[in-house]
């Protein structure tokens, strides 16, 4: 079977709330492990097997890069796609293409450890504020890589090879070192990443490089060196769980008192996130590979959230955390420390009767009683995630729109949610 796009006309999703969310799913696959692996495919001979890849919006836009550059990409069954990768045929990424997704930009590392030269232009994504790809091209340029810009597009070339660099990152970035990994595996000589990031995504790529040949290892907690090699083959590969997924279904279950078990999560480091839903009252068990929550029917504030790079609170759970936090007995201060403008859901929820003040990176949440249904529109893939959430635990209904925002991210999040007992559907906007 070819790919499918997701959604053809726009949707919007219509939530009545009050319902308990409780019941066992299964999680779906890290979005943000699935697309650097699928561009990584780029540098690999022969054929990938990926497992567990989440059928996403996001991911359908990177499986139209691959055609686009010479690969063939085919889902086989619901969890796993295929790559196969007998030559790339371009370096040249088009505008439309690099615009529908911020993790376009990971190609580039790609395309040029497989061809030399690279040319595209700079991503969309979600509007968080300016996500300039400064860091990623003056690495790229201590290895060797020539680059100019003209008009939003880069182009990129080697003359005399890409060579392995010391690298000092001046922010753990995730897609610098992503890129940075991807333009190093076939580099002459050994590249040194000091500073990287250390998000578990990151560490699934790099176990598929490994597996494919690559010669990488973290020599510290934030310092990786990759070995050029000549050669990467293909593998079979099976893409760790979604941790923002995973907390956002609990977060169903902690802002409606409901009780959840998700399971498919033994590779997850749940550490880094279950101790905020402690913090607010639930009760979390980890057992094999299920993590269960159960919901508190007043939920406690949290005093302090400040985001932070891996291992910190990552600013992709900020939303979602704070749609909860909503309904908590008190106070909780939030601290955006990683993007300029990630608090746009603010408003939406503040329609749905939510106290949230904002100043500068500080969002203060005076929790209320009782939260209403509205009629709000998606800001992007995590706010309009956490819409969804506060709509679960709102009296009456809520039509969230432009939820293709939402798509990019949540496998079917409607689905999984009816199923977890929620009165949630998908209908076309306009109806
Ligand atoms: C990744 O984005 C994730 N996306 C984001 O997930 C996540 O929010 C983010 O990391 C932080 O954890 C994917 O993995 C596909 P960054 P990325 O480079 O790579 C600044 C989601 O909801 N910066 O670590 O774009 C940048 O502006 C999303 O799934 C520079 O200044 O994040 C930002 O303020 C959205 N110059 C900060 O660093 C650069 O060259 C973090 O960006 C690069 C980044």
Redesign the pocket.
């Known amino acids: 079977m070819v790919l499918q796009k997701g959604c053809g006309i726009l949707h919007k999703l219509v939530i009545n709330g009050g319902k308990k969310i409780s019941g066992e799913i299964k999680l779906q696959g890290a ?3 699935a ?2 692996i699928l561009a990584a495919t780029v540098l690999v001979e022969g054929q990938t097997v990926i497992k567990n890849c989440p059928e996403l919006t ?1 991911i359908y836009v990177a499986s139209r890069i691959l055609t686009h550059l010479g690969c063939k990409v085919t889902r086989q069954e619901k969890e796993t796609v295929v790559v196969s990768n007998n030559g790339i045929t371009c370096g040249f990424i088009s505008e439309k293409l690099m615009r529908e ?3 376009s ?2 190609f580039l590392g790609a395309v040029l450890g497989r061809c030399g030269e690279c040319s595209l232009y700079f991503p969309g ?2 509007q ?11 690495a790229l340029r201590k290895m060797g890589i020539m680059i100019s810009e003209e008009h939003g597009r880069i182009n990129c070339t080697a003359p005399n090879g890409i060579k392995g660099a010391k690298i000092m990152l ?9 890129n940075i990994i991807l333009a190093a595996v076939k580099a002459e000589g050994e590249t040194e990443i000091k500073n990287a ?1 250390r ?1 578990p ?1 990151i560490k699934d790529l790099v176990s598929y490089l490994v597996k494919c040949g690559a010669k990488i290892e973290f020599s510290s907690e934030s310092t990786i060196r990759i070995k050029g090699v000549d050669r990467l083959d293909g593998c079979e590969h099976s893409v760790i769980p979604d941790r ?1 997924a995973a907390a956002t279904y609990l977060a169903a279950a902690a802002i409606t008192d409901g009780a959840v078990c998700i399971s498919g999560t033994s590779q997850l480091d749940a550490s880094s996130f279950t101790g905020y839903f402690e913090h607010m009252g639930c009760s979390v068990y980890i057992c094999n590979d299920k993590i269960c929550l159960k919901g508190k029917n007043r939920i406690l504030p949290v005093k302090s959230l400040k985001t932070m ?2 291992p910190g609170f ?3 759970m900020q939303a979602i955390i704070m749609s909860v936090l909503c309904k908590a007995d008190g106070t909780s201060v939030f601290e955006e420390n ?3 403008s ?1 608090y746009k859901h603010v408003d939406a929820l503040n329609m749905m009767g939510a106290d949230i003040k904002v100043y500068g990176k500080i969002a203060v949440v005076q929790g209320v009683k009782k939260l209403y249904g509205a009629n709000v529109e998606a800001t ?3 706010g309009g995630a956490a819409m969804t959430v506060a709509a679960l635990a709102a009296e009456g209904t809520t039509e969230i729109t432009c939820i293709n925002h939402i798509d ?2 949540y496998e079917k999040i409607d689905t999984v949610l009816a199923s977890l007992g929620a009165d949630i559907k998908r209908k076309p906007e306009f109806q």
């Open positions: 979005k943000n492990s697309l650097p996001d997704m911020r993790s930009i990971i994504g979600c968080l504020g300016p996500r300039p790809v400064d860091i990623h091209l003056s001046e922010f753990p970035s995730v897609g610098a070192t992503e990031a998000e995504e923002i790079p891996y990552a600013t992709d990683i993007f300029e990630r992007d893939l995590r990019r991210g």
